[in-house]
T-cell receptor, first 112, second 110 residues
Framework: KNQVEQSPQSLIILEGKNCTLQ??????????LRWYKQDTGRGPVSLTI?????NTKSNGRYTATLDADTKQSSLHITASQLSDSASYIC???????????FGAGTRLFVKA | KAGVTQTPRYLIKTRGQQVTLSCSPI?????VSWYQQTPGQGLQFLFE???????NKGNFPGRFSGRQFSNSRSEMNVSTLELGDSALYLC?????????FGPGTRLTVL
């Protein structure tokens, strides 16, 4: 069964600190893996998108990595800001037209 | 370029009523997907439309239905509303494997 699991479920960090969010998936093969940021009550916004052959993708202070051998992806946030407080969702799209699989998300709280 | 728009943004209904939500995709996008998101839950896939045809469907009861028009705009309908249908309903339009979400419609069922 195709699954996407994210950890931790929630995380509290101090402003200015770095953090790493994890995504483990069983989806295989897949065409792309995406990370989204979702502010409370808003729609998700794409941060990074990686194909199965890519290892890393950056978007400002956000860096996503992908290890296809271990079926793991991580999202690293550098020098966190209060505005980074949000849910971060890992999404994997299988090949063959199968339904996209969404992780449950990690809720990040950045405190001053 | 305008993003995905959803109307209304907020809606309050009572049990047993029906509701219709609207989504306008990004210009040129022909695929529209609908999701339900409840507090603490991940996005649950409802259905996907492409060129006016339902291409994929999630595991929701028949009370949830949708359609897509020739201009790619899509509507989602929920009949006989239940308290558990209270959620944020998100629409996303897709092109070239990239998905863009709208701001969502917050539905509250009393």
């Amino acid at each position: 069964k195709n699954q996407v699991e994210q950890s931790p479920q929630s995380l509290i960090i101090l402003e200015g600190k770095n953090c790493t969010l994890q995504c483990n998936y069983t989806v295989s093969p897949f065409s792309n893996l995406r990370w989204y940021k979702q502010d409370t009550g808003r729609g998700p916004v794409s941060l990074t998108i990686m194909t199965f052959s890519e290892n890393t993708k950056s978007n400002g202070r956000y860096t996503a990595t992908l290890d296809a051998d271990t079926k793991q992806s991580s999202l690293h946030i550098t020098a966190s800001q209060l505005s980074d407080s949000a849910s971060y969702i890992c999404v994997v799209s299988p090949t063959g037209g199968f339904k996209t699989i969404f992780g449950a998300g990690t809720r990040l709280f950045v405190k001053a | 370029k305008a993003g995905v728009t959803q109307t209304p943004r907020y809606l309050i209904k009572t049990r047993g009523q029906q509701v219709t939500l609207s989504c306008s995709p990004i210009s040129g996008h022909r695929s529209v997907s609908w999701y339900q998101q409840t507090p603490g839950q991940g996005l649950q896939f409802l259905f996907e439309y492409f060129s006016e045809t339902q291409r994929n469907k999630g595991n929701f009861p028949g009370r949830f239905s949708g359609r897509q028009f020739s201009n790619s705009r899509s509507e989602m309908n929920v009949s006989t509303l239940e308290l558990g249908d209270s959620a944020l309903y998100l629409c996303a339009s897709s092109r070239d494997n990239e998905q863009f979400f709208g701001p969502g419609t917050r539905l509250t069922v009393l």
